[in-house]
């Protein structure tokens, strides 16, 4: 089994800035893209950013500029910086990562616990 574990969230004043950090482990051979999505309270679960293994990023619209996602190979580790934080970006975010696990002959999707970010002052 795969899991992800996230850290990082916590309230901040707008303008502000936080990082978030999610941790792969257990039967891992390979991981594919890792990423970050958002959920606001009564809204759908959205994409915030996205990495391949190869580097490629892509970003939602609202967050360009302000969010900068990265990865440690070596760590099997995804990591969401954001800055200038704004108060829609107040959600619980979810690591996500595509990754080729012993047992299985094709790479699955595996999700974080969620880690909420508050943006207020």
């Known amino acids: 089994q795969v899991q992800l574990v996230e850290s990082g969230g916590g309230l901040v004043q707008p303008g502000g800035s936080l990082r978030l950090s999610c941790a792969a482990s257990?039967?891992?051979?390979?991981?594919?893209?890792m990423g970050w999505y958002r959920q606001a309270p009564g809204r759908e679960r959205e994409l915030v950013a996205r990495?391949?293994?190869?580097?490629?990023?892509n970003y939602a619209d609202s967050v360009k500029g302000r969010f900068t996602i990265s990865r440690d190979n070596a760590k099997s580790t995804v990591y969401l910086q954001m800055n200038s934080l704004k108060p829609e970006d107040t959600a619980v975010y979810y690591c996500?990562?595509?990754?080729?696990?012993?047992?299985?002959?094709?790479?699955?999707?595996?999700w974080g616990q969620g880690t909420q970010v508050t943006v207020s002052s």
């Open positions: 990495i391949t293994g190869t580097g490629s990023t």
């Open positions: 996500n990562a595509v990754v080729l696990s012993a047992g299985y002959l094709y790479p699955r999707d595996y």
């Open positions: 257990g039967s891992i051979l390979s991981i594919n893209a």
